[in-house]
């Protein structure tokens, strides 16, 4: 078992940049990826950005692109979102996610991930 806390959401205004952080703990040292996604009130779960834990290698959203970086650090166990230039429909409850085991999935799909963090508010005012 994995388990998952987001934290570092809050509200701020358009143009300005905020930090998620996600730590884990449990069953951790053979992660394959880990991801956040997010979700508006009325939308569906929409994929932010993801990381290979191994390599480091990253994915992002078009709509997120340029404006927010993913990012990892192995002795805390945690993975962090940083988020700048944001914009209003960037508001939404933030979830990390995490995938234990292999998958065939893709990157930017849900079902790829195992284990869910319960999710951090994030309010872009204008």
């Known amino acids: 078992q994995v388990q998952l806390v987001e934290s570092g959401g809050g509200l701020v205004q358009a143009g300005g940049s905020l930090r998620l952080s996600c730590a884990t703990s449990?069953?951790?040292?053979?992660?394959?990826?880990m991801a956040w996604f997010r979700q508006a009130p009325g939308n569906e779960r929409e994929f932010v950005a993801a990381?290979?834990?191994?390599?480091?290698?990253?994915y992002y959203a078009d709509s997120v692109e340029g404006r927010f970086t993913m990012s990892k650090e192995h002795v805390k166990n945690t993975a962090y979102l940083q988020m700048n230039s944001l914009k209003p429909e960037d508001t939404a409850v933030y979830y990390c996610?995490?995938?234990?085991?292999?998958?065939?999935?893709?990157?930017?799909?849900?079902?790829?991930?195992?284990?869910w963090g319960q999710g951090t508010q994030v309010t872009v005012s204008s």
């Open positions: 996610a995490a995938q234990g085991y292999y998958s065939v999935s893709a990157y930017d799909s849900a079902s790829r991930y195992h284990f």
């Open positions: 449990g069953r951790t040292s053979s992660l394959y990826s």
């Open positions: 990381i290979s834990w191994g390599g480091g290698s990253t």
